[in-house]
């Protein structure tokens, strides 16, 4: 909803530019990450994935980098676009078969300047 | 046209009565989630179900009750006893990969 992107860290991008957003996971065996991109008022939609035996996934203009040394991971925007500003954050999931278990991030809202 | 659906978008009770959140799904999709999620938070598991008529709680479950007697309806009650229930609550299926299919959501105001 639309208060969920208040009391987040916030990236403001000009339109045209790069974005980069971050995202710290804790579960050394997580073996799987999604991106989700949640517009005000809205549910979360699928953006991009990644397994764990990849450090990189290219999409249409994002690209997900990977790295287990620091648990990090990354979403790279490419020419942001207005339609691009919502709030971006990552799950991790581990188990597999009938037992999954998913985290979300708290995620950043991103804020495309036209 | 698949997809997942929540009804309605915005809901307001008085203290003290239960709501019931609706959640219906047409992807034929098995597992089913209740979400909520406040400002600033990640979202947080209440129930999941795997398969009709089973359910499991998830890491916020008191306060909350749900049903799965079919496959598509996966009905989420906020009853009297969640001391904070005002929030967002998102559901979502998932097939047999890792990624979930959100709905839109439904915004519980309690006064």
């Known amino acids: 909803g639309e208060s969920v992107g208040l009391h987040l860290p916030t990236l403001s991008v000009q339109e045209g530019d790069n974005s980069i957003i971050n995202c710290a996971y804790s579960n050394s065996a997580s073996d799987y990450f999604i991106w989700y991109k949640q517009e005000s008022g809205k549910g979360p939609q699928f953006i991009i994935d990644i397994r764990s035996n990849m450090d990189k996934r290219q999409g249409k203009r994002v690209t997900v980098l990977l790295n287990k040394t620091v648990k990090h991971l990354s979403l790279q925007i490419a020419a942001t676009q207005p339609g691009d500003s919502a709030v971006y954050f990552c799950?991790?999931?581990w188990g597999s078969g009938g037992y999954q278990k998913v985290t979300f991030g708290t995620g950043t809202k991103l804020q495309v300047i036209p | 046209d698949g997809g997942i659906t929540q009804s309605p978008k915005y809901l307001f009770r008085k203290e003290g009565q239960n709501v019931t959140l609706s959640c219906e799904q047409n992807l034929n999709h098995d597992a089913m989630y209740w979400y909520r999620q406040d400002p600033g938070q990640g979202l947080r598991l209440i129930y999941y179900?795997?398969?009709?008529?089973?359910?499991q709680k998830g890491d916020i479950a008191e306060g909350y009750s749900v049903s799965r007697e079919k496959k598509e309806s996966f009905p989420l009650t906020v009853t009297s006893a969640q001391k904070n229930p005002t929030a967002f609550y998102l559901c979502?299926?998932?097939?047999?990969?890792?990624?979930?299919?959100f709905g839109p959501g439904t915004r519980l105001t309690v006064t």
């Open positions: 179900s795997q398969i009709v008529n089973d359910f």
């Open positions: 979502a299926s998932r097939d047999r990969g890792y990624e979930q299919y």
């Open positions: 799950a991790e999931n």
